[in-house]
């Protein structure tokens, strides 16, 4: 029987502890090459699946502010060891780029290979407080552009 990474192997991959500017890239290194990549959901601004590799944590670094303290928690991993198959509960915590705290709990459900690669991550956020933040944003970049706008 294949193994798998362990519960506390998991946990290391994707606990980010202390963030900065290359938050969760890390877990990218685990990914295969032919990830499927899935955000959970039907009507709001993250769903949807195929997201390309390098830019799946881009809306977070749009919008969050990782100069001021931000953190990734693992609060538990269900899984892995003899199953391909692993749970990973979270917790993020920090500021958008527009000084509004961001506490997002969500869950990663993910598979892996035998060589321990990343095959399939399925995203199940908390859609409507990431539409609250994706939105916030969205209105002050709006906001923005207007005065620049405005200014010239």
């Known amino acids: 029987m294949p193994s798998y990474p362990s519960p506390h192997q998991i946990e290391e991959i994707f606990q980010d502890g202390e963030a900065g500017p ?81 506490h997002h709990e969500f869950c990663w459900v993910v598979r892996f290979s035998p060589a321990g690669k990343i095959v399939k991550l399925r995203c199940y956020y908390d859609s409507a407080h990431m539409d609250d933040h994706v939105n916030h944003h969205r209105e002050n970049k709006d906001k923005a552009a207007d005065a620049n706008a405005a200014a010239t």
């Open 22 to 102: 290359q938050v969760l890239r890390g877990i990218i290194e685990y990914f295969d090459p032919k990830v499927q990549l899935v955000v959970v959901g039907h009507e709001h601004h993250m769903s949807g699946s195929n997201h390309a590799k390098d830019d799946f944590f881009g809306a977070f670094h749009e919008m969050l502010d990782f100069s001021q303290p931000s953190r990734l928690d693992v609060i538990r991993v269900i899984g892995g060891g003899d199953s391909p198959w692993a749970c990973v509960e979270c917790f993020a915590h920090g500021k958008s780029k527009a000084g509004k705290k961001f």
